[in-house]
RNA sequence: GUGCCUGUAGCUCAGCUGGAUAGAGCGUUUCCCUCCGAAGGAAAAGGUCGUUGGUUCAAUUCCAAUCAGGCACGCCA
């Protein structure tokens, strides 16, 4: 809606432009509500952001705006104000057509192919398959997932992908673990310590041991462990994977691809790196620094390793790629991971990490930029951890005692669409105090109640005009003439709705799925406010029986709006309710 | 020791590539239901944007120091 007023805006700065050095886009213009609505209906700074790059006054630039955006049809008045800003107001007219073009796309509405189709492999949750998801990989999935829908939105090709570590150590502890509740359940004993430190001792693992000797009996219970080490790793990984699989699924999320660490190493692509790494320069033989950090009687010692300069591109240490015994670190096991990733043709990467794993980025993102001649880029986003409380008590986990909550529990206790919210309604920077009373509080403790409760009220308009619908066929409200919707509240509602857009590719581009919800909070209480306005000026009702047409154009505003809330709460990945009694 | 993140109203948080008088909710105080859902709305009070410098027409936003809190740093995965 808003390009021909930021085409306007692109033409007149060119005007001023004297080298080719530059080119001024229209995604460089920002338009915006002014605070004081009095100002007018939006505003752009444009003239004063380019002003320097320019070398002209920004008043004298802020002109030439003018008179371009006074050229335009739906413009009604331009103001030049303060040391550059220019304000203008729409014409009514302008909103017969923000309306209709939300009633004519629906959801499609805030969608845009600035991003050209072009292919986007998004990686998270990406959990050890040693266990069930805990309430950590809920903050990484829901957040994955929110960003991943946001990417579509600007047109980008989406790949959902979780890598399994499936090889390891901890594989071979999970097996053995196995091994341990298979010999119980078929009658041996066992003793505590034989669970070492590493080992997995949680309930789970006695369930898998019996699905276990339900395919294959006692068969395993006298034989050495090279013997059944090999099967009870690939049992253990597909059991442990298809819960997680489940976990994920009740959070409303679906990837689109699982990519197996072992199934890169047989293809050799930790060899195909290093060779990559080795043409470049990369690798070298050498002994890494003693880490600060490390204590002067800690048992550190100095070793020659085989080392990636990761430094080059920006790393704060060269990382191992060997361990001394000859067998690849975990880092290099990435190494092919990414280079697999470029290989499939990914020059955009995003990974979601827990913040703990903040001095993986540079590293990560060195990796990426060797591996592919500087051609691709992984953007990490690094989320914080998200504390539990029972009614504002902080509810302490250990896994040693078994008092660690799984994703399952919250689900179980919330819902889906009550997690996802508050994994996703702040910036992934903050910490999360995630209360389990008040997340289900009916209430403005719990915000998505709120916005809930608006598009649950303008069902029950829906109802009442149709006599029961709670929706209206939008080609019903096309024809209404919505310049009758005057109310300083009808017009702000209209405001928000047209900036929807720019907010998702805000979101988007930025992999800030929080701008979402605090989009919706904002109309939710912008519809609110309207809503109670009726309650005393019944000439603001949204039905009046005696106007048919002064009715449409309420309904097609409510309509829009239901479309925005709904369009918002799909990126979300939260079911939209009609009612909520 | 180094790196990353956080510090905005009593509390929990927004604040989009620097923009005009810094915004919500909770809590506190006062109003608004014979009327489409009061699980709502209107209004008041509440701030030296951790501190100090710098960059410029303009800094909560950028830079540098500094204080406070969180996380991380070896051949773990």
Redesign the pocket.
Known sequence: MLSAIRNQIAIALRFFQQTDDYSISC????L?????P???DL?T?AA??F??RLRGS?IKIAEKIKEHLCSLEVIESVSI???????FVLKNIFWNSVINKILIDGCDYSSCNCSNNERINVEFVSA?PTGPLHTGHARNAVFGSVISNLLEKIGYDVTREFYI?D?????KALARSLFLRYKEALGGTITADQFTE?MYCGDYVKDTAKELIDIYGDRFLNKSEDQWLPILCKFSIDAMLRNIKLDLASIGVVMDQYTSEAAICKKHMVEEALEKLKDNGDIYDGI?P?????SED????E?P?TLFKSTKYGD??D??IR???G?W???AGDLAYHLDKIKRGYCKMVGVL?????????RLQAAVKALSDDKAEIKIR?Y??VNFLEDGKPIKMSKRSGTFITLKDVVNRVGKDVTRYMMI???H?????FDFVKAVE????N?L??IQ?AY??I???F??YTDGNTDIDSNLLINADKTSLKDESEVGLMKALLLWP??VK?AAK?L?P??IP?YL??I??LF?????????N?T????DKTNEAETKARLSLLKATKTVIEDGLNIMGITPM????
């Open positions: 995604d460089d213009i920002c915006d509500q002014p605070n004081d009095s100002r007018g505003y700074n004063m952001m002003s320097k920004p104000d303060g040391p550059g800003f220019v304000n050890n570590n090889q390891g150590n901890q594989i590493d890494l003693r880490p600060k950090g490390i800690d048992d550190w010692e070793r390793q704060d240490v990382r191992a361990k001394s015994d067998t670190t975990y880092f827990g913040a703990d794993h903040n001095g993986y980025v540079k690094l914080q951890l309604s702040r910036h920077d903050v910490m999360i105090d009916c209430s403005m403790d915000p109640f709120y409760y649950a009220r069902c029950s308009v109802r009442n720019e907010y805000g930025a800030e929080h701008r605090t909070q904002n939710a209480s609110h406010s309207l809503w109670n306005k009726g309650k005393t019944t603001l009702r949204f039905i009609v009612e909520m009694r």
